[in-house]
């Protein structure tokens, strides 16, 4: 995989370098779990930058028809809540 370069933090100016990251997105009420991400990662405060092609190819993913993804594993997720009951 190619190398790509960051800017320094847009938030607190930490720099930034490229790591390997898991994304949870979700849309429409899907959920998905994306691994292996390349996103740059402030070392200061942990904000992730994603390059434009990136980004795009995640946007694809969650465009995909849930019958067409190619499913790795799936997880159990846990939903709670702070709402007062
Ligand atoms: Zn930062």
Redesign the pocket.
Same mark, same amino acid.
């Given at each position: 995989m190619k190398k790509r370069e960051y800017a320094d =933090?847009y938030? =607190? !100016? !930490?720099q930034v370098q490229e790591k390997q990251v898991d994304v949870i997105r979700h849309w429409n009420g899907r959920v998905i779990m994306i691994e292996d991400v390349p996103a740059g990662v402030?070392n200061? =405060?942990?904000?992730r930058y994603y390059w434009g092609d990136v980004a795009e190819e995640m946007d694809r993913i969650m465009h995909v028809a849930e019958k067409e993804l190619q499913v790795k594993r799936e997880l159990r997720v846990p939903v709670v809540t702070l709402a007062a009951t």
């Open positions: =933090c938030f =607190c !100016g !930490g402030c200061q =405060c942990g904000e």
